[in-house]
């Protein structure tokens, strides 16, 4: 996490020491949208955790690079407090406080290579912690590009649907855990997928409504795919572009799971680390979602 204060214009935000590939940005007084970028789909592509919107471009507003150390911003007059708006902007106010929650999967996929999946070379890139990778993956999809991080459990993955039942392989070496899925070429409400959903069960990321069912996934994520299903309640394979976002737990590093509250304090969930983001859903109840950092 990176907290920083808008000014209005553009700035580098240089707090990181290493190079994101996935930046989730949030005004932190203001009612505007959450933003996301990642290196898959491009630096200036942006999409909103709390919306169904497609992937939109807004040059009034944007993260324009991804650096050595951070990533860079630009926020004009009418572009509101997007992602680096100055005090008494659009949305008048004394401050202009931004919160950056950061990710490193494998870096920027390239053109110096090709995918395979299920035996069908695509003209995406595989990039694997850091290197360029044409290794075999499994899926009845190919992906467009991936981008994943094997040690941290994270990988982002853009694929173009084929309106039926499918696979995309993700690039990392354990089972996935938790998969964010967004309709990038129209308007959709995101699909979440998460341990303990099984085959039929999803969330919406923009919506704070209890765990649906009728997403007929077609199966649970392994070691080596997402499996997808279009039709109802799939949101995760028409004949359409879209990006995944793909989680598993890393001891020391990153725990994914599920808790019962207890309606009291003190219930403590032991992940065996000090968190540094934590994001919770009541998959019961109507509630919204709750990041703390």
């Not at 940005?25 to 505007?32: E, G, H």
């Not at 933003?35 to 955790?49: N, Q």
């Not at 990710?103 to 360029?132: F, R």
Request: some cysteine; proline content about 2%; charged content about 10%.
């Amino acid at each position: 996490p990176l907290l920083y204060t808008g000014n209005g214009s553009t700035q580098s935000i240089d707090d990181l020491t290493f190079t994101p590939d996935f930046v989730w940005v949030k005004a932190r007084q203001a009612v505007v949208s959450h933003i996301l970028t990642d290196s898959v789909r491009g630096v200036s592509k942006s999409l909103s955790s709390n919306a169904a919107d497609q992937e939109y471009f807004n040059s009034g507003y944007q993260t324009t690079a991804f650096n050595s150390d951070g990533f860079t911003v630009v926020d004009q007059t009418n572009g509101g407090y997007g992602v680096n708006g100055a005090a008494g902007q659009t949305f008048s106010g004394t401050n202009a406080y931004y919160v950056a929650w950061n990710w490193k999967s494998g870096g920027a996929p390239t053109a110096t290579n090709s995918e395979v999946a299920g035996d069908v070379p695509t003209a995406g890139s595989v990039k694997i912690d850091g290197a360029d990778s044409t290794t075999a993956l499994a899926g009845t999809i190919a992906a467009t590009n991936i981008s994943a991080n094997t040690d941290a459990g994270f990988s982002i993955v853009s694929y173009t649907g084929n309106a039926g039942n499918g696979s995309i392989g993700h690039g990392l070496n354990n089972t996935v855990e938790l998969v964010l899925i967004k309709k990038t070429s129209a308007s959709e409400s995101w699909i979440v997928w998460y341990e303990g959903a099984g085959t039929t069960n999803f969330l919406e990321l923009n919506d704070s409504t209890a765990t649906q069912t009728g997403a007929g996934w077609g199966g649970v994520p392994t070691s080596s795919i997402v499996h997808l299903q279009n039709g109802g309640a799939g949101r995760s394979n028409a004949a359409a572009n879209y990006i995944a976002y793909c989680f598993h737990s890393v001891p020391g590093m990153s725990d994914i799971g599920s808790y019962v509250g207890t309606g009291a304090s003190g219930n403590s969930i032991v992940t065996g680390f000090r968190p540094a983001f934590l994001m919770i859903k009541n998959t019961t109840g109507g509630s919204s979602w709750v990041i703390f950092d």
